[in-house]
């Protein structure tokens, strides 16, 4: 405060020692430093610098598009007709792109996705969510009440984290994630204050869930938070594994006997490659598990446009589906997203037709299926690529993609890069990665930024590039790899 | 935690007493119980019941689209191109907008909306942003690196709510908001847990802000918090007042005395209707006021797409200019909105063409203009009606809708409905609103969802109905009012 008036060297309000400590604590790598540097390098090259490479391939994002996946046309042309209806009397779209965008255009008010929706989401939508919903589990009963619409998946997610935390000191509430995870977890749980309960995957059984281990990593946790829900990440990001339905029902089991509330992100549930794995959902497999489980097990699901075959991930959509939620506490979720108003129509449009895309014999169908199938069947032939090229290198050892659309390989890294980057205050990985874009322009994740078993080093690298680029991108990380590790040695 | 396994009658692990606490004390009453109700008696009409009116008249929410405003035709002819670029070939579709979706396309990863965007947004949508803000503010220079696009102005707000909250107890971040206000800033307060500090307008003075009031505000509240931040809305939501040129320059020098960190809600900003009024951002007058000021005065200014003349809720554009923000805290705030990927990419795509559209001598330029000037106008004319109308009731006081979207008259209740709502533990005017919605089915929001002086009622109408539907609504309004008082006299 000051007495005398204004100066002109009026110190700030806000500054970085009277800020929010909890944000301070907030760290999402795939979008750390390393991403900083790969769009300075991007401007650098633009303005004519010369580099050992001429562009900048990132592989660090699950951004589909952007390494050149083209949209489901179907998908496109209902969100046009959507965006300007006048198009409704164009003879070039499909009756049935038609179609899917009246029936939406009847469910927002006024008939423009310009109006704000129900803050859950546009009632048909949520009904087609439900049906969806039904059909893939075999026909498991869905309520669309239980459905909420959310801006992508991340939304729903820190929704219901935000609602889980309570208690302070020993009772403060602990959320389980999986190590490696996704640092959406780990950024929310900063974000919340909530204590961050690491369980760890294995690697050497293809970073497969033990229970023992959630045993372990849960009663450690017990002498000093309240560990009240345990997230699962399936298939797994970034570690790419497909839990079996036998693995599901042992973290139910578990999830059932231990009072946890389970949280079940499935965003990746059309991306399954490896022979052998299947995609079962929590719920499916909960309800297959009889009453005993169904009627009081708590689960929330998540689910979103910019994964699978799609990869819309501009448009943020998701959903989240509750299951045996409290009802007082669902009127409680109710009154929170209303304060957001609602989440962007857009998406939630494209959301619907993700669940209800072209039926056989309507005009869409065939080329939708080949578009689908197109991208499914070159991601699984990419996965299998990425795979096998990387366990070529010594020092590189990668387990199976077997879903979604990440590997994750171990990387063993000479004594003296390791004391090199501990002499620069680093993660030895992250010298590792910032070294590889300096020098070839690949821009991956460090496998410090996902969490990792002590003295082990990652990174994450997204299938997703083109396969002649990938190609290249894998030759030129071997190179790399090669040449890094004669270097330090 | 259950030693024995699981039994059928298990407990749940979330309930309304084990949740988050911070969350059960947020409120939004702009979709409260009254609009509950309102969708629930929609229902009712549409499986046939009988009520002495067929239709629900939601007045409650600025959502002009879903009252029957239509979209600006250039926009959304933009965003079909964007959504399907096939039709970038189509003779049918105006140069300047087929040119307009190739530079945002360029912008995007892989030419695709579908592709994340940078975090803080599309950077050649900031730069059109800032190149706004400088047309808008006479010339002052607005740096791209300080406009954040965001999901609707709300997001914005928010995140620069959580980067201001901090401290404990007597130093926990007080948090200065205009009473009436807009609710959500007391919901986001609630959820941080900062300090809600009051300040009212002066309805006898259409709503004006005094600084005395201010700084009688800011003294009570220094006895138990630490006052951070003032927050002003302008033109102003509920209460529909434009602020003076002299009024802002008041209000900088304030917070520039006390120390106080600016943040401008600037929504409303083409939303001026009254002869007399203009509106002036806070940032301008921050520069006119020279250094001294334009250096030092900490300020966050939001914008959005969904007032103005368009009116486009449901795309949740929006974004955010950060002047004099401390270096670190900004990096700290890059890092924060990094979590979330990216605000929707339609949306960035809206809130680019409201800052850039059609330029005298493009095709598109008399329709837009035209279609601009026809909202503008009869929302104008709409302001003025319903303040007429209001006026003409015994018992109803509403001062001039200077500007914004929304009425807030003042209405005078009959001591015995005062105390019947009391005996039902309700707030009068939600009472009132509530026998309204019942009677006529005209939907409103009670003014004690937006705070008013004790002892005082009012209610908050948005004047978005169509001219005729408008006239209905007021009339019916007006009979209810004469009904209601007589019934309780």
């Not at 998701?318 to 979720?333: F, R, S, T």
């Not at 290198?393 to 879903?403: D, H, M, S, Y």
Request: hydrophobic share 35%.
């Amino acid at each position: 405060m000051s007495e005398n008036g204004v100066t002109a060297r009026r110190s700030k309000v806000l500054t970085i020692d009277t800020m929010n400590a909890t944000v301070k604590k907030v760290e999402y790598a795939v979008r750390g430093p390393i991403v900083q540097r790969a769009v300075q390098i991007e401007k650098e090259l633009k303005e004519g610098a010369k580099k050992p490479f001429t562009e900048v391939i990132k592989a660090n994002i699950g951004d589909a598009h952007a390494m050149g996946q083209q949209p489901i046309t179907f998908f496109r042309q209902v969100l046009a007709l959507c965006s300007y209806p006048e198009l409704l009397k164009d003879g070039n779209f499909p009756e049935d792109a038609k179609h899917r965008a009246r029936r939406i255009l009847q469910g927002c008010g006024g008939e423009s996705i310009g109006a704000y929706s129900g803050s859950q989401g546009i009632e048909c939508i949520r009904q087609d969510v439900a049906r969806y919903i039904e059909r893939r589990d075999g026909g498991v009963p869905c309520d669309p009440d239980n459905v909420f619409l959310s801006t992508g998946a991340s939304d729903g997610i820190v929704t219901m984290l935000k609602l889980l935390v309570a208690g302070e000191g020993r009772s403060r509430t602990g959320i389980m994630i999986s190590i490696p995870q996704y640092p959406l977890y780990s950024a929310a749980l900063a974000e919340l204050g909530a204590v961050q309960v690491n369980y760890y995957l294995d690697e050497e059984k293809c970073w497969g869930l033990d229970i023992s281990e959630l045993q372990r990593s849960l009663e450690a946790a017990r002498q000093h938070c309240n560990p009240r829900a345990l997230c699962i990440i399936n298939p797994g990001n970034p570690t790419g594994q497909v839990q079996s339905r036998q693995c599901i029902e042992d973290v139910i089991r578990f999830a059932a006997k231990e009072d946890l509330f389970l949280m079940a992100d499935e965003v990746y549930q059309d991306n399954v490659y490896a022979d052998g794995c299947q995609f079962h959902s929590f719920k499916k497999v909960l309800f297959e598990m009889g009453p005993e489980y169904s009627n009081t097990v708590e689960l929330a699901s998540f689910h979103s446009t910019s994964k699978c075959y799609m990869g819309e991930c501009g448009f943020r959509g998701g959903y989240m589906e509750v299951i045996n939620l409290d009802p007082e506490v669902k009127e409680q979720l109710s009154k929170l997203v209303s304060v957001r108003l609602c989440p962007p129509v857009p998406g939630q449009a494209l959301m619907g037709l993700v669940v209800n895309p072209p039926q056989p014999g309507e005009p869409s169908y065939t080329t939708f299926m080949k578009e689908r199938t197109g991208v499914l069947s070159t991601l699984a032939e990419k996965a299998k690529l990425t795979e096998q090229i990387l366990n070529t290198v010594p020092g590189i050892a990668c387990n199976p993609v077997q879903g979604a659309m990440y590997s994750f390989p171990r990387i063993t890294l000479p004594e003296r890069a390791v004391k090199e980057a501990k002499e620069k205050g680093q993660a030895p990985d992250m010298l590792y990665c910032m070294k590889l874009l300096e020098e070839t322009g690949i821009c991956l994740v460090p496998g410090s930024g996902f969490g990792q078993r002590d003295g082990t080093y990652h990174f994450r690298m997204t299938i997703l590039p083109p396969v002649d680029k990938l190609q290249i991108l894998l030759s030129k990380l071997k190179e790399f790899h090669q040449r890094f590790t004669q270097q330090y040695s």
